[in-house]
């Protein structure tokens, strides 16, 4: 048994040297790797204790990661984190130092230079299209059509590398 558990451990570090994990996902990778229960749960007690798994770390991580790469909504945000096995108490602690209007800009600005091109109602058309695609609400996109179009009518912002 002694050898399934260092078996178990080495996958386990293996696994955790791509990126953080949450205990969940840690569970389900050493379950579907063929260990028993008795031998996944002594080894994410041991990742716990030796702090390689920590759910509040790895959301942090994740949702980092998440806004800089691919911004979406609280809402989603809530969401995937809660498949991940991430309590709600974490979740909600964290998700308050976001804000869904910052997030849709930030997912539009990574998009807009692609749709520069378009006619004023083509653009809109993408931009509430893509928004409500990453969960945002009607009035956060309302918001963040009328930022973006205000400011691609300002001849001072046409060369705003923000935009």
Not at 6 to 24: D, E, M, N, P, V
Not at 120 to 146: D, H, M, P
Request: contains cysteine.
């Amino acid at each position: 048994m002694e050898t399934n558990i260092k078996k178990a451990f080495g996958k386990a570090l293996g696994y955790l040297s791509r990126r953080h994990r949450s205990i969940l996902e840690m569970n389900d990778y050493l379950f579907k790797k063929g260990f028993a229960p008795l031998i996944v749960e002594t080894v994410v007690q041991r990742l716990l204790q030796e702090n390689y798994l920590n759910d509040r770390i790895f959301a942090e991580n994740y949702l980092e990661n998440r806004k800089r790469n691919k911004p979406k909504s609280l809402f989603a945000f809530r969401y995937e984190l809660g498949k991940k096995g991430i309590s709600p108490a974490i979740i909600d602690e964290l998700i308050v130092e976001y804000d869904d209007l910052e997030l849709a800009l930030l997912a539009v600005r990574q998009k807009i230079r692609l749709w520069q091109h378009l006619d004023e109602e083509s653009l809109k058309k993408k931009v509430f299209a893509y928004l409500r695609y990453r969960g945002f609400g009607f009035s956060v996109i309302q918001s963040t059509w009328q930022q973006i179009f205000t400011k691609s009518q300002n001849p001072v912002c046409q060369n705003d590398p923000e935009r």
